[in-house]
């Protein structure tokens, strides 16, 4: 890391949805430990106090705000704690989400609805959030993560979990073109990396399929965590639009 990077983050007042494990977790780590003032938000509110404190013991600059992002008002609460605490917003890191995974057969409806709800509303409902703010200072960077299941269809467990994320995909791609030139888009599409989606399914048959594919192929959170820094430290003319990480023995 060279100077010139370091202060492309330096300074800058970042939120991070689903910061209370894995990838967010290790993201606000990582952007704090180059200069950035990191927002976390998280509905585990004991999580994200620790991690604060972390921060804050090595120097860096941190709160937290309570926030489940499948209800609009606290995204709008969490923008509002942003700039009430920092005075702006440069980055949103939209990594909040959920994985039940099953056959659509199986008919868990209500994990589809959740599924949406998280990983489709909350992205959009980040990006109404900190959208206004960052257009009226006139530069921001909104970092969604989708997922290679965003790219290929993780059939025959994965189909509504893969619909959301290229659903993430898509809703990147358009608000890169309508925010105009003053906002930063990027989609980031991890395979199998460690953290606690991969506890999220109720199916037996599936859960055990799952654990079993992570345990061989997962790579830890910091790998994603290093890619949204790349991202973020770049020069403000430049836009890396779409990174896609997965493991080296990952073959989809």
Do not use: C
Not at 165 to 184: H, N, Q, T
Not at 204 to 228: L, T, W
Not at 231 to 248: F, G, H, L, M, S
């Amino acid at each position: 890391m060279n100077a010139s990077t370091q202060l492309n983050i330096s300074g800058k007042v970042a939120i991070v949805t689903g910061a209370s494990s894995g990838l967010g977790e290790s993201t606000a780590l990582h952007l704090a430990a180059r200069g950035a003032k990191v927002v976390l938000a998280a509905r585990r509110v004991d999580r994200l106090q620790k991690l604060v404190d972390d921060i804050r013991a090595t120097g860096g600059q941190a709160i937290a705000v309570a926030t489940d992002v499948s209800k609009r008002e606290d995204l709008e609460k969490l923008a509002a704690a942003t700039v009430e605490a920092f005075g702006r917003i440069d980055v949103l890191v939209n990594n909040a989400g959920v994985m039940p995974l099953s056959p659509i057969a199986k008919l868990k409806v209500d994990e589809w609805d959740r599924t949406i709800d998280v990983n489709i509303k909350g992205v959009l409902y980040g990006i109404a959030a900190v959208l206004p703010r960052m257009q009226a200072q006139g530069s921001g960077h909104i970092i969604n993560i989708s997922s290679i299941a965003g790219i290929k269809v993780f059939t025959p467990i994965g189909t509504v979990y893969s619909a959301t994320k290229f659903a993430v995909r898509a809703i990147s791609e358009g608000l890169r073109i309508e925010s105009g030139p003053s906002i930063r888009v990027t989609t980031v599409s991890p395979g199998a990396v460690e953290s606690e989606l991969k506890h999220g399914t109720t199916d037996p048959d599936s859960a055990a399929g799952v654990k079993a594919f992570y345990e061989a192929n997962q790579i830890p959170a910091d790998a994603v965590a290093r890619a949204v820094v790349y991202a973020v430290e770049q020069p403000a003319d430049v836009d890396i639009n779409e990174i896609v990480i997965r493991p080296v023995s990952q073959e989809f």
